[in-house]
């Protein structure tokens, strides 16, 4: 949208009038809502793709990076990180990219779309999410094989191995030395708490920070921290001019997200420190 | 202007006034035409053709194709053995609640998938009011192919219904008194002459109520879960494979595309004829 961010470089109303009117008048069509709204407040757009576990966690930090940094709208794109890096790869606007998967962020790091080296700034922690009280008694992995000591048959779910919380829970099962006996791999971290807060599941492998942002329709069982079951949280920046007021907006926000006020919020909701 | 450009290159448009239509219709058709066809070309431009076999002959890939036609062929047969009392009944009978049970049953065409879904869930899920009893009875519906099944009917039967009530209507009843009148009871007339004669409406129901059930994504993904060979259908499969294996989940879908182009050739030809 060449006349869009023509009108965010702008930087007097004047010369804004004079774009919208030039623009107007060569029928380029501008919508009424994106073009004069934006020249009034003269803001910055930064949109930020953020993997799906984020969003409960980057929607507190971006009201609260909007109140901070009055002149930028944070736009949150939230979605699977591998969904989203194959948006970014394919030319999908984004100036910040937060993945839940370093293996996600490579893809976009070797489109060379990066505008810099990803920076760890969470990690998460693979948990066993199962019903109020827990009523099957599961206290781990253990519980989940295929081959049980007790033989309690339990209908488990878990995200395919393909998407990011299927690779940990994959890599957490094998380290643990059991076969998982799943009934269905579901698509993404929801779909798992959605089987399991229904009932038609009774364990589901997800995030700690899933359980947590669920509330008590769900209890957690948490599984010890080691490399298997965590996964590290990277953000990149997509754009870097440095006349560019997004380009400065998507800094501004890494190093918000990375510094104090960022890690109080990621730490409240369970995430781990990188 | 737009008549004159289209009736410049000669021959190559043949369409003239004396068909009646107006010739700047032709202008929003082909618009429309390459709006519904541009996308699949550009599918079939992203495809990697020279691993095309390999691609869809993979064991995963078969299996998800193999449960696809299993599972449509099933839903298929039990739109027709459901669909084809439901239409007669709607098409003949003439009470005032008609109106509504034909409300009632085409919900599901207008109805977003992922809606049926939960529907479904609820109803036949563990906790469901004919989940709980199947249960009790030891039949467990949630993640097993047959709940599969179940929701291919319930989006694919309204459809045949929909279409084969269509054709009884244009028909019309006259056939039907002559051979009540010579003395044909109910049953042998609905075999004998109803039926037969809207046989070509009746093969593009069933056409239809295929490729419906074979295109399901949404209830299924929903109600069903996701496991290959059990419950991930081709659909599934490719909405998988195109997080990690993007030109796995291309040639799956071109041969969805091909299977969908061969279906609509069939579907439509008798009910172009009539």
Known sequence: MPPTSALFEATSRRAIGTAVAAAVALGTGLSGCSGPAAAESRGVLLTVSAAASLGTAFTDLAAEFERTHPRVDVALNVGGSSELAAQIVEGAPADVFAAASDATMTTVVDAGLAASEPRTFARNTLAIAVAPGNPHGVDGLADLSDHSPDDRSLTVVACAPAVPCGAVATTAASAAGISLALASEELSVTDVLAKVISGEADAGLVYRTDIAAAGDVVDGVWLPQSDATTTAYPIVALTAEADDPASRAAAQWIDFVTGPTGQATLHRLEFGAP | ?274
Do not use: K
């Not at chain 2, 699949?40 to 390999?54: E, K, M, S, V």
């Not at chain 2, 469901?128 to 929701?151: M, R, Y």
């Not at chain 2, 209507?169 to 609905?190: C, E, Y």
């Open chain 2, 1 to 274: 202007m737009s008549s004159r450009l289209l009736e410049r290159p000669p021959g190559r448009v043949a369409v003239d006034g004396r068909t009646g239509i107006p010739i700047w219709l032709l202008l929003p058709a082909v618009a429309g035409v390459l709006l519904l066809t541009v996308p699949l070309a550009a599918l079939a431009w992203r495809a990697d053709w020279a691993n095309f076999l390999p691609l869809v002959t993979s064991d995963s890939a078969l299996a998800a194709l193999r449960l696809s036609l299993v599972t449509a062929g099933v839903s298929t047969l039990l739109c027709v053995a459901a669909g084809i009392p439901l239409a007669v009944v709607l098409a003949r009978s003439t009470g005032r609640g008609m109106r509504i049970v034909r409300a009632l049953v085409l919900i599901p065409l207008v109805l977003p998938p992922v809606v049926s879904g939960l529907a479904l869930l609820y109803a036949f899920g563990r906790r469901g009011p004919l989940g709980e009893h199947l249960g009790t009875l030891g039949i467990q519906v949630a993640f097993s192919t047959a709940a599969v099944v179940l929701a291919q009917v319930f989006v694919s039967l309204p459809f045949f219904v929909l279409t084969l009530e269509g054709a009884l209507r244009t028909h019309g009843i006259r056939f039907d008194r002559v051979a009540a009148t010579l003395g044909a009871s109910p049953t042998v007339i609905l075999a004998r002459v109803t039926l037969p004669l809207v046989l070509p409406g009746l093969v593009t129901a069933t056409v239809l109520a295929f490729a419906r059930a074979l295109g399901e994504f949404g209830a299924t993904l929903t109600f069903a879960g996701n496991l290959s060979g059990v419950t991930r259908t081709l659909p599934l499969e490719i909405y998988l494979q195109r997080e990690s294996d993007a030109p796995a989940a291309v040639a799956l879908s071109l041969v969805l595309v091909a299977a969908a182009l061969c279906l609509a050739l069939t579907a439509y030809r008798p009910a172009a004829r009539s």
